[in-house]
C-alpha cells in the first residue's frame, strides 16, 4: 500500500477480499507499524487500523520476527506481512539478500487435509434472498447453437451464482488471538517433544537434563511473548478508549464458580462425573415402570 494512499480505504478493501471465502491469505507491503508485529517502530494510523481490525474480525497476522525494511535515515521496521482467515499453519520469514531496502519474505502454508482447519471467518447466507435473486438474473433457457454458447453458458451461470452469494450473504468472524506462538519459540517445543520421546524410550540421564533446560526456556519466552503483547495492548489503549474500557472491563470479570450436583453417593465436581450423573439420572427417568402400581378394584352393585 503506498504511503499516499488513504488508510480510510485499508480496511474495506481488506474486508472485501476476505469476505464469502473459508480460507483466504494477503500478502505485501502495507506500510503499517505496530508494535505487536514492529517493535522496533512507532504505530502510525494504518498500523493501528489493521491491529483493531484482526483483533475484531479473528483474521491471523503472519509477520517475520526481523525487520523486514532497514533503511540509513529511520528504524528498522516490519511493513510486509500476511493476514488470513482459515489457515492454522502459516510462517514467514525475512532474507536480507536483496539490495533493495525491503527485505524478500518467504512464506509458508502448510495444508494438511487429513486435520480439518479451524475456520476464523464464515458467511451466513440469507437462501430466500438468494433464490429471488438467482430467480431474476439466471435466464431459463438461454439459446445455445454452438459448444461456444455451452460455455459460455457455463461461465455466465457461475458468475451469477457467486455475485447472489455476495449479494445475500454476511460476513462472520469467530475470534481468537491476533498472533500465534512465534516460529522459534514453536521449534524449541517441537525439539522438546522430540528429545523428551527419546528419553522416554532410553531413559538417558543427560536427555532429562536439556528438556528441564528447555521447558524453563520456553516458559520464560512464553512469558515475555504475553508481556509484550500486553504492553502492545495498554500502548495501544492510550490513544483508544474503546479498547481502554475494554481492557479495564476485561480485568473486573470475575470466574464463574459453578456448585457441585448431589449425586446418589454424595457431592460430584468434576465435569465428566457431573455429566455422568444426569445421563444416569435421565436414563432412570425414562425407565419403564414394570411394577403394576394400579390395581383394578372390584365393581360393585347397589343393592
Same mark, same amino acid.
Not at 522430540?194 to 526456556?217: A, D, E, G, M, V
Given at each position: ?7 480510510? *480505504?485499508?480496511? !474495506?478493501?481488506?474486508?472485501? &477480499? ?11 507491503? +502495507? /506500510? ?103 430467480? *431474476?438474473?439466471? !435466464?431459463?433457457?438461454?439459446? &445455445? ?11 455466465? +451461470? /457461475? ?145
Amino acid at each position: 500500500m503506498s504511503p499516499s494512499l488513504q488508510t480510510r *480505504n485499508l480496511v !474495506p478493501d481488506l474486508l472485501r &477480499i476476505f469476505r464469502n471465502r473459508s480460507q483466504c491469505l494477503v500478502v505485501g507491503d +502495507f /506500510n503499517a507499524k505496530h508494535l505487536s508485529w514492529s517493535p522496533t517502530s512507532r504505530n502510525n494510523a494504518a498500523g493501528n487500523a489493521i491491529a483493531k481490525l484482526v483483533r475484531a474480525k479473528g483474521f491471523l497476522l503472519t509477520a517475520p520476527n526481523e525487520p523486514t525494511r532497514v533503511t540509513s535515515y529511520g528504524r528498522p521496521s516490519v511493513i510486509d506481512f500476511g493476514l488470513s482467515c482459515g489457515l492454522n499453519s502459516i510462517t514467514a520469514v525475512s532474507h536480507p539478500h536483496l539490495s533493495s531496502d525491503h527485505n524478500p519474505v518467504h512464506f509458508l502454508v502448510s495444508i494438511d487435509t487429513s486435520i480439518p482447519y479451524r475456520q476464523n471467518c464464515k458467511t451466513l447466507t440469507n437462501w430466500n434472498t438468494f433464490q429471488n435473486i438467482i430467480s *431474476n438474473t439466471i !435466464p431459463g433457457n438461454p439459446p &445455445i447453437n454452438s459448444s461456444e454458447d455451452i460455455d459460455q453458458a457455463i461461465e455466465n +451461470f /457461475n458468475s451469477k451464482i457467486h455475485t447472489a452469494i455476495n449479494q445475500s450473504s454476511k460476513f462472520k468472524p469467530i475470534l481468537h488471538q491476533m498472533l500465534k506462538v512465534p516460529p522459534a519459540i514453536r521449534l524449541k517445543i517441537k525439539e522438546k517433544n522430540r528429545l523428551r520421546k527419546l528419553y522416554q524410550r532410553t531413559l538417558y540421564p543427560p536427555l532429562k537434563k536439556t528438556i528441564n533446560q528447555l521447558q524453563r526456556s520456553i516458559r520464560t519466552d512464553l512469558k515475555t511473548r504475553k508481556e509484550h503483547v500486553w504492553d502492545s495492548l495498554q500502548n495501544e489503549a492510550n490513544i483508544d478508549q474503546d479498547l481502554l474500557h475494554k481492557l479495564i472491563a476485561d480485568t473486573k470479570k470475575k470466574n464463574i464458580v459453578y456448585p457441585p450436583l448431589l449425586g446418589y453417593q454424595g457431592l460430584v465436581y468434576g465435569t465428566q462425573s457431573k455429566a455422568d450423573l444426569f445421563a444416569d439420572t435421565l436414563e432412570n427417568s425414562f425407565m419403564e415402570n414394570t411394577t403394576n402400581s394400579l390395581r383394578r378394584r372390584p365393581h360393585r352393585r347397589s343393592g
